[in-house]
């Protein structure tokens, strides 16, 4: 069964840093997303991509985010100058339709010291 | 944005027991109403989902309810098992070109042996 898959599985950065988390979705979808999820807490959605172009998007995503789909597989989310607060897993999502199933990936868990 | 609300934030129950989960919202608008299962340490899993024209909604031990007069959606788990015992997450949205979900803070479902 086809799978969406992200990396790195954990990354730890300083504070002031640019990360750059990876997600490849299932190869078919058409709408892309990324979630936050702070320790304990519930799923916060941040952005949606559909048509090479951000749908949708949370409070959450400020400035310091943006996404991009450099080529026909993978699926970016950038943090220009991470905070401590920016410390969560965040989980890359896809789904065939707009309102239907969405597809989890296993997460990226970023560390911000 | 849309506001839900997740009762009750952990459930403890005997193996064999029934377990609810209840989600209120406030926009009539919402259309679209998943369950997801959230495994410590794992992605979240869609379980069962409905959509506003249906009422009820069966797959085996689980079973969802939807209430749109009152503004109530609710997970039924019935002969609950050990590997049931995870975080489940409702959620809600609005079809229309661009789906954005909004999740409720969970219930952390123990199911003892």
């Known amino acids: 069964e086809p799978e969406v898959t992200q990396t790195p599985s954990h990354q730890v950065t300083q504070m002031g840093q640019e990360v750059i988390l990876r997600c490849v979705p299932i190869s078919n979808h058409l709408y892309f997303y990324w979630y936050r999820q702070i320790l304990g807490q519930k799923v916060e959605f941040l952005v949606s991509?559909?048509?090479?172009?951000?749908?949708?998007k949370s409070e959450i995503f400020d400035d310091q985010f943006s996404v991009e789909r450099p080529d026909g597989s993978n699926f970016t989310l950038k943090i220009r100058s991470t905070k401590l607060e920016d410390s969560a897993m965040y989980f890359c999502?896809?789904?065939?339709?707009?309102?239907?199933?969405?597809?989890f990936g296993p997460g990226t868990r970023l560390t911000v010291t | 944005g849309e506001n839900v609300e997740q009762h009750p934030s952990t459930l403890s129950v005997q193996e064999g027991d029934s377990a609810v989960i209840k989600c209120t919202y406030s926009?009539?608008?919402?259309?679209?109403f998943p369950w997801y299962k959230q495994e410590l340490g794992k992605r979240p899993q869609l379980i069962i989902d409905i959509r506003s024209n249906v009422g009820e909604k069966k797959d085996q031990r689980i079973a969802v309810t939807l209430n749109k007069t009152a503004k109530h959606f609710s997970l039924h788990i019935t002969e609950t098992q050990p590997e049931d015992s995870a975080v489940y997450f409702c959620?809600?949205?609005?079809?229309?070109?661009?789906?954005?979900?909004?999740f409720g803070r969970g219930t952390s479902l123990i199911v003892h042996p």
């Open positions: 926009d009539s608008a919402s259309n679209y």
């Open positions: 959620a809600l949205g609005e079809s229309g070109g661009s789906y954005i979900p909004t």
């Open positions: 999502a896809s789904t065939g339709q707009g309102l239907g199933e969405q597809y």
């Open positions: 991509f559909y048509n090479n172009e951000i749908s949708e």
